[in-house]
T-cell receptor, first 112, second 113 residues
Framework: GNSVTQMEGPVTLSEEAFLTINCTYT??????LFWYVQYPGEGLQLLLK?????DKGSNKGFEATYRKETTSFHLEKGSVQVSDSAVYFC???????????FGTGTLLAVQP | AAGVIQSPRHLIKEKRETATLKCYPI?????VYWYQQGPGQDPQFLIS???????DKGSIPDRFSAQQFSDYHSELNMSSLELGDSALYFC????????????FGPGTRLTVL
């Protein structure tokens, strides 16, 4: 079945460091891919999305490119801020399923 | 902009009691989803409704039931509560045709003592 695997956290970075959170997926068909972010005590918020191969999603300085050949959708940001501290979830939708399948989440802690 | 509303935000129950969680989706969103998130875990899909009809079912225990009403709000009913039901319960709604782009509510934190 469909699944998402993302790197385990926590990821601890200093402010202005480069961020990569790896995400790979297994799916039948052609799913859409998403990154959701969950700040402490809040619900999930859509951060960015890509609906087909080679699409790049971007928002708030974060980027991720839908790579079909490597079945990946890695999240990157060039310079993180303390306010980016949160849990990041990679997710897929579609293919053989019509529900969101989440990865296990990666906690990012950015220190000043 | 309107967001998904959930009530209550916090709920404390004893074992074997019942609980009802409510969700008010964003207006004109056609699909409502319920998720359960345990501590440090990813959200687990429970059930969804499309235009007031159950559209998909995930890992929802038989002790739980849900429905969507004519005004599109949804309720998750939980009976014979167990300690393991303690979790964050999220409702999400989705605009027509937007696939996995779901808008999440702030969640209800249920604690079963």
């Amino acid at each position: 079945g469909n699944s998402v695997t993302q790197m385990e956290g926590p990821v601890t970075l200093s402010e202005e460091a480069f961020l990569t959170i790896n995400c790979t997926y297994t799916a039948t068909g052609y799913p859409s891919l998403f990154w959701y972010v969950q700040y402490p005590g809040e619900g999930l918020q859509l951060l960015l999305k890509a609906t087909k191969a080679d699409d790049k999603g971007s928002n708030k300085g974060f980027e991720a490119t839908y790579r079909k050949e490597t079945t990946s959708f890695h999240l990157e940001k060039g310079s993180v801020q303390v306010s980016d501290s949160a849990v990041y979830f990679c997710a897929l939708y579609g293919g053989a399923t019509n529900k969101l399948i989440f990865g296990t989440g990666t906690l990012l802690a950015v220190q000043p | 902009a309107a967001g998904v509303i959930q009530s209550p935000r916090h709920l404390i129950k004893e074992k074997r009691e019942t609980a009802t969680l409510k969700c008010y989706p964003i207006p004109r969103h056609d699909t409502v989803y319920w998720y359960q998130q345990g501590p440090g875990q990813d959200p687990q899909f429970l059930i969804s409704f499309y235009e007031k009809m159950q559209s998909d079912k995930g890992s929802i225990p038989d002790r739980f039931s849900a429905q969507q009403f004519s005004d599109y709000h949804s309720e998750l009913n939980m009976s014979s509560l167990e300690l393991g039901d303690s979790a964050l319960y999220f409702c999400a709604s989705r605009p027509l045709g937007r696939g996995g782009e779901q808008f999440f509510g702030p969640g209800t934190r249920l604690t079963v003592l």
